[in-house]
């Protein structure tokens, strides 16, 4: 008589460490981005934009997942990676003439060397002082942004060019949400191998254990600087990506307010979960447009005194997100990851989920 196993088993630490756990989610994580190829047929420009948002977020928010989530080193300066990768990109495109096929990767090294050179304090501090010296570079690199007119033009920005690649243009959003599209799988699944391999196993005993991972053999120096360099890497695409949809950066738009945004990304979604990445992500990209349609609908049936509300909609968007972070933290610290890993054991077992 044969037996139909139930549940799944791993035998050997090959199977425990693929990249999709089961089948089904492979088959459901390609069946995704087959879906998402046809989006520019059926979205408008409004919903790409959104799209488009979360795919270029979605890759500088992984990269502070990787170092802060993954690897336990707290980074308060973000979004000045995310922006020097921006000015990065137009200044190699504009002043080399190099295609922005290619300056979008060579930004992200650019980039990665500042995050290294950021990094080196993380070997000798942790916690709150790791915490103030980040934020201590992200002043800095707005003070470099303010000041480098060379570089990022000033207080007056600087232009960035369409991403093109042997004549074909990426000028609109059907067409650039192709381009944020693909840069998202390629750095979700490099960032998932990462995870898999020796240093990758290495980010997580750190941020575990430190102490018990150096009594292992791991350079605790080499990978917390490691940590920063990845971070600032993802960091730099993503700016270089974020860049060139808009085709104009301003230093007005790297402030510690979109650090603290990226942080809460990675709250919501999961700390320390790829996936979880993204889910934060389109929350915190989502919640804002869902409260502008709130507050229409309010203004419209005048609901609540609606009508008042439309001159402080801005100020409700940013309360929102701030209370959600809360929310999360008091209620579901763990993010959305794992309410989402619940809901699937839930089903698997059912209906013996108790």
């Not at 300066?77 to 137009?90: E, I, K, L, Q, V």
């Not at 295609?99 to 000798?124: D, Q």
Request: charge should be neutral; proline fraction near 3%; glycine fraction near 12%.
């Amino acid at each position: 008589m044969s037996m139909i196993p139930a549940g799944q088993f791993k035998t050997d630490y090959r199977k425990d460490t693929t990249i999709f756990p089961t089948p089904m989610s492979r088959n459901v994580c390609i069946a995704s981005v087959i879906a998402l190829l046809f989006a520019p047929l059926v979205l408008d420009a409004y919903y790409l934009n959104l799209l488009i948002q979360i795919g270029y977020y979605g890759i500088a928010a992984l990269g502070l997942n990787l170092l802060t989530g993954f690897t336990g080193q707290i980074s308060l300066g973000h979004s000045a990676f995310f922006g020097f990768g921006a000015f990065a990109s137009a200044w190699i495109n504009s002043t080399t003439g190099i295609p922005v096929f290619f300056s979008i990767p060579l930004a992200g090294l650019m980039t990665t060397a500042v995050g290294l050179i950021v990094g080196v304090p993380a070997a000798r501090i942790k916690g709150l002082y790791l915490a103030i010296a980040t934020f201590a570079a992200q002043f800095i690199l707005q003070d470099f942004f303010a000041r480098a007119s060379w570089f990022s033009g000033g207080s007056a920005g600087a232009l960035a060019n369409p991403f093109e690649i042997f004549g074909w243009v990426a000028d609109t959003d059907e067409r650039y949400f192709y381009v944020v599209l693909a840069y998202l799988v390629v750095m979700y699944l490099f960032a998932t191998n990462l995870l898999r391999t020796r240093d990758g196993r290495a980010f997580v005993a750190v941020r575990d254990h430190y102490l018990s991972a150096e009594i292992m053999g791991i350079n605790l120096t080499k990978y917390r600087i490691l940590s920063f360099g990845v971070s600032a890497f993802y960091a730099g695409i993503g700016g270089a990506l974020y860049g060139h949809y808009l085709g104009f950066v301003s230093v007005e738009e790297f402030t510690i307010l979109l650090s603290i945004t990226f942080i809460g990304m990675i709250i919501i979604g999961g700390m320390g979960s790829v996936m979880g990445t993204l889910m934060g992500v389109a929350f915190m990209v989502l919640l804002p447009e869902l409260m502008e349609g709130l507050g229409g609908i309010l203004a419209e049936t005048n609901w609540f005194g609606g009508r008042a509300l439309v001159s402080s909609i801005a100020y409700i968007k940013e309360a929102a997100i701030g209370l959600a972070i809360v929310l999360f933290l008091i209620f579901e610290p763990d993010g959305l990851a794992h309410r989402w890993r619940q809901i699937k054991a839930y089903w698997k077992l059912y209906p013996f989920s108790y």
